[in-house]
């Protein structure tokens, strides 16, 4: 047994990558013509990742976003209460993806190259950030799921269930606030760089 050593796990990354990928399929849906031009009439495919489909005011822009982002982390923290939630989790970073596809395609549609500018300024940092603490929270997702799915499977200890949802919760509400700092980070831009669209 001596000679038994310590082999380090590989490919640690590789769950983030996919997460990644399932955003960038997301992304990727909705920029099809199809696709964005129905979704930019639609709150639930645009997800006002785009200043223009919010409102006039600033006050408007930070209401929509922060309420975008709350409900995603909302449905987020529900499916991590389920022993399946993997798969609702790997959908909703889809969901996500769509909702930036659809809102760049859609500025890019009105206003063509001179809407460049708004698009690297207003909408890509913001949605950029947003994409991160939504891989962040699937992340959670996946592994309060699995926790749950192996306590279904094999009995696990229940000693341990109270705290690990404290601290389940604990992340969520950070997540939450710091949504909702991109938010009002979002809706500054928008009121500082607002002639861009």
Same mark, same amino acid.
């Given at each position: ?99 930036? &596809?659809?809102?760049? @395609? ?8 001179? %809407?460049?500018? #708004? +698009?690297?300024? /207003? =909408? ?31 009995? &696990?200890?229940?000693? @341990? ?8 919760? %604990?992340?969520? #509400? +950070?997540?939450? /606030? =710091? ?19």
């Amino acid at each position: 047994m001596k000679h038994v050593k310590y082999i380090p796990a590989r490919g640690k990354g590789t769950g983030f990558i996919l997460m990644c990928t399932a955003c960038a399929a997301g992304v990727a849906i909705g920029s099809l013509p199809l696709i964005s031009t129905a979704g930019a009439d639609c709150p639930w495919l645009h997800q006002y990742f785009s200043p223009a489909l919010c409102g006039d005011t600033v006050f408007s822009i930070f209401t929509r976003t922060l309420l975008s982002s709350v409900i995603f982390l909302a449905a987020a923290f529900l499916a991590g209460t389920s022993a399946f939630g993997q798969t609702v989790g790997t959908a909703l970073l889809v969901c996500r993806g769509v909702g930036i &596809g659809v809102s760049v @395609s859609s500025v890019y549609a009105a206003g063509g190259l001179r %809407a460049l500018p #708004a +698009v690297a300024v /207003l =909408i890509l940092p913001f949605a950029l950030a947003e994409l991160y603490i939504a891989v962040i929270a699937v992340r959670e997702v996946i592994r309060s799921s699995n926790a749950q799915f192996g306590f279904m499977v094999s009995g &696990g200890k229940r000693s @341990s269930e109270r705290s690990s949802f404290k601290l389940y919760s %604990a992340r969520f #509400a +950070v997540l939450t /606030l =710091i949504s909702l700092i991109i938010s009002l980070a979002e809706s500054l831009a928008s009121y500082i760089f607002g002639g861009l669209l």
